[in-house]
């Protein structure tokens, strides 16, 4: 278990639904729900049913890799061939990682809008929609629901937990909060704590949807009307993606109407509408903010020395909001962990594409 080369830094050279609340898809891979029952978030505040919507995919006889989603992602990691998941080509057929050697397990995220319980799901105590009422929710509470979840499924260890960005702080509470369920843990594209640089763009995301009349204090009727949703979607664009990259695709290049850059941004504001409930996209920004290793555990330093699973940390060049520096920095203080960094484009949303870059780092380390 730990058997790991030392405080390394790896570098490589250079070289892409509708939202519907308990919409279950049958396929290849199993989707389904598991009810956890009454949850008290860390806040104190009370949901009196939790239900976790989840995909299970590859060997079930298999070492189980529990896959965290990020900020719009879902449990649609494998997905079909007609509808890929996000990271199908890593894992799933013909994936990177053999689905014959591991399964996958992902929960819609507690708080999320694809199936698990979150502010657009109905409170079985009045009938109504929770909205604005949903408890607030932390990294840490999403963390003990899977948990949770993955009791009542009867799994009883993990081989590896792994996640990028949103996904990537689930992955950093894992370890610290059930430092024996796993063996190794995967952390791409994530810091140990949410930065101010983070939290800014977070806030110009989230004020952008509050400010819109028609969010009415979180009682909109559809997505559709939010225009402060496709802002806040088109400033998490800017810090998803890099400036060679938008130079490389868009250079300036216009028609009649706008330039390029411009109607792309138009179109990924439009299409958060179709696929993401305002509201959850809300407290999972809060979720965000608050992410810190540290709170209430003491020092850095302190709480690194809690980790007991193999770490492999992996950053993206240009990631504007989760940089290399901080990464590797964690890395260094970590016992048992690698860092791996990757040269690309993409910057941050490196971690949903690009799988022949950096996915055999994944293979190797799931095997050895
Ligand atoms: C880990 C997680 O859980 S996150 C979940 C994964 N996220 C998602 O699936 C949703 C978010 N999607 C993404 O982030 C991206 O699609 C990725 C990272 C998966 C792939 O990125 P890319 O291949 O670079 O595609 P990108 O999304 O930038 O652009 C493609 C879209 O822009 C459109 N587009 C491109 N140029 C223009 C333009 N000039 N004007 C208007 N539209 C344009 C394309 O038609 C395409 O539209 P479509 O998605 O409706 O088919
Ligand atoms: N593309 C990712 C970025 C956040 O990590 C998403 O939309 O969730």
Redesign the pocket.
């Known amino acids: 278990m730990y058997g790991l080369p030392g405080r390394i830094t790896y570098i490589i050279p250079l070289e892409?639904r509708q939202m519907s609340v308990n919409h279950i898809r049958t396929c290849e891979s199993v989707y389904k729900e598991v009810s956890i029952g009454e949850f008290i978030c860390e806040s104190g505040e009370r949901l009196p049913e939790v239900t976790l919507a989840y995909e299970q995919s590859g060997n079930q006889n298999a070492p189980l890799l529990l896959i965290c989603?990020?900020?719009?992602?879902?449990q649609y990691t494998v997905g079909t061939e007609e509808e890929p998941g996000?990271w199908r080509g890593l894992f799933g057929k013909e994936g990177i990682v053999p689905e014959e050697e591991f399964q996958t397990v992902t929960f819609n995220v507690l708080g999320g809008c694809h199936g698990s319980t979150g502010p657009a799901s109905v409170n079985p105590e009045n009938g109504e929609v929770y909205r604005l009422d949903f408890p607030s929710i932390t990294i840490r509470d999403i963390v003990r629901a899977q948990k949770r979840a993955l009791e009542v499924l009867g799994f009883t260890h993990i081989h590896a937990v792994l996640g990028?960005?949103l996904?990537g702080m689930q992955v950093y509470e894992w370890g610290l909060m059930y430092p024996d369920a796993m063996d190794k843990l995967f952390i791409l594209a994530s810091t140990p704590a949410l930065s101010d640089y983070g939290i800014a763009f977070n806030h110009i995301g989230a004020e952008a949807i509050k400010r819109d009349p028609r969010w009415d204090n979180g009682n909109y009727q559809s997505n559709e009307d939010l225009d402060g949703f496709e802002l806040a979607r088109m400033t998490g664009m800017i810090t998803?993606r890099s400036r060679s990259l938008f130079h490389q695709r868009?250079n300036r290049r216009q028609n009649e109407e706008s330039y390029?850059i411009q109607?792309?941004l138009?179109?990924?504001g439009k299409?958060i509408k179709k696929r993401f409930d305002a509201n959850s996209y809300l407290y999972l920004l809060e979720a965000m903010n608050h992410h810190d290793i540290t709170r209430n555990r003491g020092s850095m330093e302190d709480t690194v020395q809690q980790y007991r699973a193999d770490i492999y940390t992996m950053s993206f060049e240009k990631d504007l909001v989760y940089p290399k520096e901080s990464m590797e920095e964690f890395s260094l203080l970590t016992p048992h962990a690698v860092h791996f960094h990757i040269d690309t484009e993409f910057g941050h949303?490196g971690?949903?594409?690009e799988f022949d870059k950096w996915g055999e780092f994944i293979r190797y380390h799931l095997r050895v």
């Open positions: 892409g989603h990020a900020l719009t992602g879902n996000w990028g960005s996904g998803y868009f390029h109607s792309y138009d179109h990924q299409k949303d971690f949903l594409v």
